[in-house]
Structures are given as structure tokens and as C-alpha cells.
């Protein structure tokens, strides 16, 4: 496979304001041809030179545009809403119910870790988790839902607007509006809507770790939010190890440190809980359930639906789990150093829930920062295609698909297999795709970079990132 979009409209070079200088020469040729009293066309866009389209650049076109977005986001986030709210009293968002009866057991002093929720779901977290739930248990289940509903979204808007800040630089005037209806999309994709359907948390998960690896300089120590993400959920911890392979140890053992706190805090409020989950909870990957069915889409998973009804053998599992980690984190770290840290942060999420012994399909909200980052600034025509193909996919049901044509029998058993591992498959090819794509100017500019490293903030004026560019 070729690299994949090479943006050739970009020289490098940095114009004063730090922008790509290609885009600081597009927006300097066209001030003054926008209409009086509108500031220009839209940036970015040589809208102001194209007959026909003048009326683009004016302001009531940019407020009806934006507001036509933002209006079809809002339906759509409350269809979604109301789908979750009144749904059958068991399939009522159960994982926020798990939460909450997490919380309730903390307060009373029950066992965490024994309690049923609907008649059959365990809480599986760390004690944290518990802790944090507690809240939620202060006010009616319905009360909680709803406003678990309207908190959800928040995290999806932040880490849609880390993944696709370069187009959205791009679209100038009309960046609310791409940031519309980019929502609106990652609402559709199915790691989302299961988000929402079993009230899960994982995208505030995916909103720490962003954050943490993409905000150029932090109002707090780099690393507190990873370690934030691993207390709450442990598959957050492998970027621990992006930090300390891409030469950030500083902000690794601030990582760790965090964890530890977090985690200790939780030991001096339920001891005994703590104590259950670190000496045997923690091990028992059973209680997660049933672990060969489609919705696991962790590599453990796809060896265990081709070795059903048997378990594959254990070493099979570790060796496989060792290659493709050594290799994705590889990967990572040659992209981060080619200054893509989007890409690096990209790949490290799908690294997480690969690794992980169990992955449900929600667990791939990761994939936001992976279309993001093979979008780029949408200048490359492969690349745009790369990711509506990557966002199509994950909008589907491939895996659950996949499993009902398996078991009744309606294609031969290893297409059924290769659909119903669809998006565990999918999370490599994006890894692989994500290495092979020539970086651009524009994947740099919006990008931490070399401010990430431990050592003095590096300079961000335009013979520094000119020189860093021809280099």
C-alpha cells in the first residue's frame, strides 16, 4: 500500500501568525475582496473569487449555515436522548445502573464487588470508579440518567474538536459549523450509540488522555489526567508507556503518580473493597462476560470465536498480544516524532483496546481520534476518502452482523468470522494507515509536537517552524 495523502498544496514554511505559510499566502491574496463590511471571505476557502458564491461569505450566510448545523446536531443528540430514556426497564442504559449500585455500595459499606445489578451484571471496575459513582446516587435513576445524557456529549464535542483542528482552522468563519456537523457524525458512530445506549464512560476516558497528550501547554501537571483514566479504568495505562517511549518520562511518572493517588484515596474510603479488587477481582476476566461473543472486539476476543467452542491456548494469546504491541507502539512513536502526535495519541488508543482482554464496541470511541487524524485538513483526496470509508465502517453493525450470519449459518463460517472481528480488524488497518501517511505542515501546526518533551518550550515563530518544517 502507497502513502497515503500526500497533501501537496503545503510548502512547509510558516506564515507570521503560525499558520502553514500556504494558507497564510491564500488568506493575505484575498483580504479586501470579500463584501464591504463582511471582513472577507471565508478563510481558508477562495470562496470571494468564484461567481456565484459571493453570498458565502457573508455573515447571515455564516449564522444560517452554523445554525442549521448545530439544529440538526440537537435533534439528532435528542432522538438519541429520548431512544436511551425510554427504553424497556432492563436495557435502560443497565452500565450507569451497574455505576450507581457501584455508588450506593460505597456509601453503605456493602460489597462492591458481590453486588448484582439487573439480576446478573457485576461492577468489573476499579474501586474508584465506585467512589466517583457515588453522586449518582444522590438523586432518582431517572434523574441520573437524564443528566448523564446531557454530560456525555461534552466530552464527545472535546475530543472531536482535538481530533479535526486542522479542518476546522480551515473552515475560518465556518468552523462552528464544520464542528456541527461533525458531532452530529460521531453521535452516529456505533461506539457512541452504545456509549449512550448502556450509559458508559468511555469517551471521558478518550476526552483525558487527548487532553493530556494534545494541550500544548496544560494548566495542570502533564500526565494527571492519564493517571485520572487509568484509577477509573485500567485500559488507560498504555499511555504510560507512549509517554515514557516517545521520551516523556517527567510526564509518565506524574502518570503513575496520579494513579497511585487516586487509587490510594479510594483504599482510605472503601479498604476492604480495594483490598478485593487488587488481590482477586482484578484477575477474573470472567466476571466481564462472555468474552467470545461478537461485541469483544480485543484480539483476545477474535482468538476466542476461532477457537470456539474450546479456549485457545493461553501462549497463543500472550505472543500475539506482544507482537502487535511492540509493533503499534513502534508505530506510535515513529508518528509522534515525525511531530503527528494526533496520530501518535490515535494509534495508542486502538493500541488500548486491542490489548485489552475484553474490548466492547464502546470501547472504540477512540476511533474519533483516528479519523481525525487520516482527515487531516481535508486537503488530501485520499485521505478524506481514508476517513469517510474508517467513519462509514464504524457506523455500522459489522460485528454484531457478523455474528448472526455465523450462528445461522447465511455465509460460509470465515467471511462470518472476518465480519463479526470487523472493527478489532479495522483498528489495525487505521494504525497502519495512520504510519503511512506522509505528515503535512498542517498536521504539525495544530500539533504539541516537540512541546510535549521534557526541557524548555521549544519556539513556535515562523523561522522556528520554518526551519523545523525544511528539516
Keep these: 500500500m502507497g502513502s497515503t495523502g500526500t497533501d501537496r498544496t503545503s510548502t512547509g514554511a510558516a506564515g507570521p501568525d503560525g499558520t502553514p505559510a500556504d494558507a497564510a499566502r491564500g488568506t493575505a491574496g484575498r483580504r479586501g ?7 472577507g471571505p471565508v478563510s481558508g476557502q477562495d470562496r470571494g473569487r468564484r461567481p456565484g458564491r459571493e453570498w458565502l461569505g457573508r455573515t447571515w450566510a455564516v449564522w444560517l ?36 449500585n457501584g455508588g450506593e455500595s460505597i456509601r453503605n459499606g456493602s460489597g462492591l464487588y458481590t453486588t448484582l445489578t439487573n439480576g446478573k451484571l457485576l461492577f468489573t471496575y476499579p474501586p474508584v470508579s465506585g467512589v466517583l459513582s457515588v453522586p449518582l446516587t444522590w ?29 476546522l482552522a480551515r473552515a475560518g468563519r465556518y468552523a462552528p459549523a464544520v464542528l456541527g456537523l461533525l458531532i452530529t457524525c460521531g ?38 489526567l492519564i493517571g485520572l483514566a487509568t484509577a477509573i479504568k485500567l485500559v488507560p495505562g498504555v499511555f504510560v ?19 497511585a493517588a487516586w487509587t490510594g484515596l479510594a483504599w482510605l474510603i472503601a479498604p476492604e473493597a480495594s483490598a478485593h479488587y487488587w488481590t482477586s477481582a482484578v484477575f477474573n476476566a470472567s466476571r ?36 502487535v504491541g511492540v509493533a503499534g507502539f513502534a508505530i506510535a512513536r515513529v508518528v509522534s516524532r515525525r511531530g503527528f502526535e494526533l496520530g501518535g495519541v490515535a494509534s495508542t488508543g486502538l493500541l488500548a483496546a486491542l ?43 459489522m460485528p454484531i452482523f457478523g455474528g448472526y450470519v455465523y450462528y445461522t449459518h447465511l455465509v460460509p463460517a470465515l467471511p462470518a468470522m472476518l465480519l463479526q472481528d ?47 518544517h525544511a528539516r
Design 33 to 39: 475582496q470579500g463584501q464591504p463590511g463582511q471582513g
Design 288 to 323: 466481564l462476560g462472555q468474552n467470545a461473543q461478537a461485541a469483544n472486539q480485543s484480539l483476545n476476543g477474535m482468538l476466542l470465536r476461532a477457537f470456539f467452542p474450546h479456549p485457545p491456548p493461553a501462549v497463543l494469546w500472550i505472543a500475539v498480544a506482544l507482537l
Design 65 to 100: 449555515v452554523t445554525g442549521a448545523a448545530w439544529a440538526m446536531a440537537a435533534a439528532l443528540i435528542a432522538y438519541m436522548v429520548y431512544c436511551a430514556l425510554t427504553n424497556p426497564g432492563h436495557l435502560r442504559m443497565p452500565d450507569l445502573e451497574v455505576y450507581r
Design 139 to 167: 438523586v432518582p435513576a431517572q434523574a441520573a440518567r437524564a443528566a448523564w445524557m446531557l454530560m456525555v456529549y461534552l466530552p464527545l464535542a472535546v475530543v472531536i474538536w482535538l481530533a479535526f483542528r486542522p479542518v
Design 355 to 397: 490489548l485489552s482482554p475484553v474490548a466492547w464496541v464502546h470501547h472504540y470511541c477512540w476511533v474519533i481520534l483516528a479519523i481525525g487524524a487520516i482527515a487531516g485538513n481535508c486537503r488530501s483526496e485520499r485521505r478524506v476518502i481514508a476517513a469517510i470509508v474508517a467513519g462509514g465502517l464504524f457506523m455500522s453493525v
Design 422 to 468: 470487523g472493527f478489532g480488524l479495522a483498528a489495525l488497518g487505521l494504525i497502519w494507515i495512520i504510519f503511512r501517511i506522509r505528515v503535512t505542515s498542517a498536521d504539525r501546526w495544530l500539533s504539541p509536537g516537540p512541546a510535549l518533551a521534557e526541557g524548555p518550550e521549544p519556539a513556535t515563530g515562523p523561522a522556528a517552524l520554518a526551519g523545523r
Design 241 to 259: 508507556i507512549y509517554l515514557l517511549i516517545t521520551g516523556r518520562r517527567k510526564a509518565a511518572a506524574v502518570a503513575a503518580g496520579s494513579f
Design 187 to 224: 453521535t452516529l458512530l456505533t461506539p457512541m450509540r452504545q456509549e449512550v445506549h448502556y450509559g458508559q464512560i468511555d469517551i471521558f476516558l478518550v476526552a483525558l488522555c487527548a487532553l493530556d497528550c494534545l494541550a500544548r501547554r496544560p494548566r495542570w501537571p502533564r500526565g494527571a
